[in-house]
């Protein structure tokens, strides 16, 4: 036998003697504050199972009034969301690259640099663009100029 598949055996041997209970609760949701929310009566119950400090989180926010399931281990006091029935925002953090969906937005950076604030310096500076031609300096269209106002008003509506 291989050593991992010994200590895959030995950790089903210790989980079969330290069995503990796990409790599912439905709830609803009174509040949400940071990574934490208050569930009917349970104050605190977290957003997060884990909660260790690490470079990367996945972190879903019920939304106020819906509907979610909470979990706690048998003998800790502490809760956790284990699944919602309404999405609020959600955010994804890896190092410092964060991706989040709020408010029917999505905002994507890295560390202080955001995608719509990349977008958007570029759809201004084509409107400011000197463009070098044969014949001198000139500039984009007044159309080419709509265009790129309408595509930076819809990048706006999409990024956050």
């Not at 569930?39 to 957003?47: A, I, K, S």
């Not at 029917?104 to 955001?114: A, C, E, L, N, Q």
């Amino acid at each position: 036998m291989s050593e991992f598949e010994e200590m895959f055996k030995q950790a089903i041997h210790s989980s079969r003697k330290n069995k503990g209970k796990f409790t599912l609760t439905v709830g609803t949701v009174k509040a949400v504050e940071n990574d934490t929310c208050t569930v009917d009566y349970y104050e605190d119950v977290r957003l997060n199972a884990i909660i260790e400090d690490s470079k990367s989180q996945f972190t879903v926010y019920p939304k106020v009034g819906s509907k979610v399931v909470i979990g706690r281990l048998e003998n800790e006091d502490n809760a956790f969301v284990v699944g919602v029935s309404e999405i609020e925002k959600v955010t994804v953090k890896i190092g410092d690259l964060i991706f989040e969906i709020n408010n029917g937005k999505f905002k994507i950076k890295s560390g202080s640099v955001s995608l719509k604030s990349i977008l958007n310096d570029a759809f201004d500076q084509m409107n400011k663009a000197i463009i070098t031609t044969p014949s001198g300096p000139g500039q984009f269209s007044a159309a080419d100029k709509l265009v790129f106002k309408d595509l930076k008003q819809k990048t706006n509506q999409l990024l956050g």
